[in-house]
């Protein structure tokens, strides 16, 4: 994978946490002091802070930027998506937590403007990765979301697909479900599925990265519990997903 040299990704915060990270494998790192691990209390914003030493004190926000090499950019996750960029010619990374609010918000494509701001990073010279998320697939949200989204993006009606909603019983029994309204039988609703990985994929080509350079091929964290955590998959009883990204000397 393109992001291999720069970053690397866990299913697991706990060691890192506490230790920081090193490639255990580099002979280079042997003796050497572990990289320490900056990491964010989460809020579904677009609030990116630009890290050029280890905080004093926790940040609050959904986005981290770096050019300070060995220190670990790291993002947590559960179904929103993890999305890291890499300009490996000036040597910048960053990492962003994007649900459907920092999605709406624009936190990939603002990150990408906080790059070129700080460091001067262009966005044809930018790599990314979109990692595992709730798919398209299984990704249910209510008109509301629709809406807000219809006003924002020209493109919102390409990010949503409806299904209508089945019921076996209401089919076997329909007499059970009638009512005095006509006709007579209460519409099941349709389900809004959003598809967010596409959301953010239009955001970094709407932002001038080239299509080629995009990585979305992450599974779907929903369909892939035996692998990954979901917060809606597993009622909110689960565990996180560590996306990181560092830069060696």
Known sequence: MFLRDVGASARERGAAKKRGAAKKTDSRMAGASLWPLVTLRQVHSDIIHCVESVPAEPLTGDGLITATPHVVLGIQTADCLPVILVDAKRRVVGVFHAGWRGTLNRIVEKGVGEMHRHFG?????????????????????????????????????????????????????????????????GALPNKIFLDLVEANRQQLLSAGVPKKSIDASAPCTNCRRDLLFSYRGEKGKTGRLLAVAGIRD
Do not use: N
């Not at 924002?152 to 009512?179: C, G, H, I, N």
């Open 121 to 185: 990073t262009t966005a044809r010279d930018i790599k990314a990765a979109i990692g595992p998320g709730i798919g398209g697939c299984c990704y249910e949200v209510g008109e509301e979301v629709r809406t807000k989204f219809e006003s924002q993006f020209e493109y919102a009606a390409s990010l949503f697909r409806e299904t209508k909603e089945s019921d076996p019983v209401r089919e076997k029994y329909p007499l059970l479900f009638l009512t005095a309204r006509a006709p007579g039988h």
